[in-house]
């Protein structure tokens, strides 16, 4: 089965158009299509078809989809242990990451490993504990830097640090200055909830607690959240890194009884890792071990 025509399959399933995926590879969207067809003709059955959004999969193409995403990964494979053995680390690399691990570490990593490893592409998807689940799962990314995933994922899990859980208040707030937050107090106060029901640590946090806090307003990401509790609409918390590059303010206090968030990498199987994969993980243990 050719390795080509396996990874066009995969890009166009991975983004959805052969156009986009054309764009990717560098091929015309006819050469995707007849790629794509070939391979058709060599399994015997069809495997996407064509709708007003683009390309989806057919039946048949979801259960060929993690066969071909295997031979994908065992080609890329052999070609890094050739590279390697070479004495040149090359190859491709992808992973997930929580937004606030990408704004606030991901550039020292990144840095560090284009260094070390300049031949091997990185692509990150960004997103949160489900969207990581999903990716684990479908073998969509090699790793995922985030918190311990859900029992839903189908994944290996290496702890690397732990972050502090503080909760956000308004500078003129009348506790503002106290030195510690009860978690309970999260019920007594307009709160402000970041990507409710999308298993994120707030909702873990709620939920380990059984707290209904009074959620005033939602928002989809983490920096609005935190302009808001400056603005004085409400309270929030997160992970104390989150913020550590933002100006706006907000007072950050400690909760009682501490709460924290162990962060590491996640990975579908470590046996299985390629080596770019295990280079970028050694990566982000000694980069973290400077800061």
Not at 33 to 53: A, P, W, Y
Not at 87 to 96: A, F, N, P, R
């Amino acid at each position: 089965m050719d390795i080509s025509k396996c990874v066009a399959f995969l890009t166009a399933v991975d983004m959805g158009s052969l156009t986009s995926a054309a764009e990717i590879l560098g091929y015309t969207q006819s050469g995707v299509t007849r790629m794509i067809r070939s391979l058709e003709e060599e399994l015997g059955f069809s495997i996407l078809v064509r709708s007003k959004k683009g390309v989806e999969m057919t039946a048949n193409g979801k259960l060929m989809l993690p066969a071909i995403k295997e031979i994908v990964r065992a080609h890329r494979n052999a070609e890094e242990l050739a590279a390697e053995i070479n004495g040149m680390t090359s190859g491709s690399l992808t992973i997930g990451s929580y937004y606030s691990v990408s704004a606030l570490w991901m550039p020292q990593i990144l840095s560090r490993f284009r260094e070390k490893y300049p031949n091997v592409k990185v692509n990150m998807h960004e997103g949160g504990n489900m969207e990581m689940t999903k990716w684990l799962n479908e073998r969509s990314v090699d790793c995922c830097f985030c918190a311990a995933p859900s029992v839903e994922a189908d994944c290996e899990w290496i702890p690397i640090i732990r972050d502090e859980m503080v909760v956000w208040l308004p500078p003129d707030h009348p506790r503002a200055k106290d030195k510690v937050f009860p978690v309970k107090d999260l019920e007594k106060e307009p709160f402000i909830i970041t990507s409710p029901n999308h298993d994120t640590d707030q909702d873990r946090l709620l939920l380990e607690e059984k707290l209904k806090p009074d959620i005033c307003f939602s928002t989809r990401d983490g920096f609005t959240t935190y302009n808001m509790v400056a603005a004085g609409l409400g309270i929030s918390f997160n992970q104390r890194l989150i913020s550590q590059k933002w100006n706006g303010a907000v007072v950050e206090i400690p909760f009682e009884p501490r709460k924290d968030v162990l962060l590491g990498i996640a990975i579908p199987s470590i046996k299985d890792a390629s080596l770019a994969t295990k280079k970028f993980i050694a990566c982000v243990r000694e980069v973290l071990s400077e800061i």
